[in-house]
């Protein structure tokens, strides 16, 4: 049985991934990780987890196949780089680094090794955003993020929310790009307000905004095709207008949020990749051009 590492026990791992771990123990052996001592007991009686470690070097010690890196965005870049050179193959959270140097050499070094580097773009496994994904003879794209209120400022709200949205609608498109563009207005107090970027390529336009003080918690997806026009809402809602005719198909109620949201369906296909020595399902190439995005918008 493949041994998979996870480091980094806070929010987003308990709330994303330790509940879809807990279901596959009888495919993998998880090594949760963490130098928090009650946390590593909480969680490791909570799912059921046997294996536990305090720091990474005794993670990287048992000599995993995988580990998922759920530490904070300034810590990424060391710790992949460690398990990169010790053979191992990792997922990690977006952004894998803010600087788009730290991006590129790391993508280089696991390509070098012949490894997997996948960061966590849940959102392209979604299954309604799969749906857009599939539609034919896109032309016009938008995704929208709002959030209720902001606070954070610009480096920071782009690479831990725009970057979602920027990411999604790169990956709607079906052409190369071919242009870019973008600005980014802060408040009085220096806090990320809002985050426009336009793209083109060949036959589409992509428009992705950002409004940090929106006054509602908002995701939106919406694809403009010669047939008609189809919006994601939350990933949880599909809208397809055409004609004097509009159809809305949702989940049922008791399908899981987290496969739902695509984080499910894409901790699987990273851990299919890695136990048959598959592609990566996050293609390296358009990762890396979601965070050169990201940091040219915040250039401007």
């Known amino acids: 049985m493949l041994k998979i590492g996870v480091i980094g026990l806070g929010n ?12 596959m123990q009888d495919q993998y052996e998880f090594h949760l990780t963490t130098r928090n001592p009650e946390k590593r007991e909480k969680l490791a009686a909570k799912y059921g987890f046997q294996n536990t470690h305090a720091n990474l070097d ?30 191992i193959n990792v997922y990690v ?16 070094l696991a390509a070098s090794r012949h490894l997997m580097l996948t960061c966590g773009f849940n959102r392209r496994f979604a299954p309604l955003n799969q749906q857009l994904k599939a539609l034919p003879d896109k032309q016009m794209i938008t995704v929208e993020k709002v959030r209720t209120t902001g606070g954070q400022d610009p480096e920071t ?6 970057i979602h949205a ?17 600005r980014i207005l802060q408040t009085e107090t220096g806090a990320l307000g809002q985050g426009y970027l336009t793209a083109q390529t060949s036959r589409e336009q992509l ?6 003080y929106g006054g509602v918690n908002l995701e939106q997806a919406t694809v403009q095709t010669i047939h008609g026009r189809a919006t994601v809402n939350d990933l949880s809602t599909l809208t ?5 005719q509009t159809q809305t198909t949702a989940f049922p109620d008791w399908e899981p949020t987290l496969e739902k949201r695509g984080f499910a369906p894409l901790i699987r296909a990273f851990l299919t990749a890695v ?21 040219h918008l915040l250039s401007r």
Do not use: W
């Open 12 to 23: 987003i791992a308990q709330k994303a991934y330790l509940p879809v771990f807990a279901g």
């Open 58 to 87: 005794e993670l990287i010690a048992v000599h995993p196949a995988a580990v998922f890196v759920h530490t904070p965005t300034t810590t990424h870049a060391p710790i992949i780089r460690q398990l990169l050179e010790n053979g």
């Open 93 to 108: 959270d977006k952004p894998v680094a803010t600087d788009l140097q730290d991006v590129q050499a790391l993508y280089d």
């Open 157 to 162: 709200a782009v690479f831990d929310l725009m």
């Open 166 to 182: 920027v990411d999604t609608g790169l990956f709607l498109l079906d052409e190369p790009l071919a242009a870019t563009d973008g």
């Open 207 to 212: 428009q992705v905004v950002t409004n940090m």
């Open 240 to 244: 397809q207008y055409q004609t004097a």
């Open 275 to 295: 136990t048959t020595h598959g592609v990566n399902p996050v293609d390296p190439t358009s990762a890396i051009t979601s965070h050169a995005v990201c940091r």
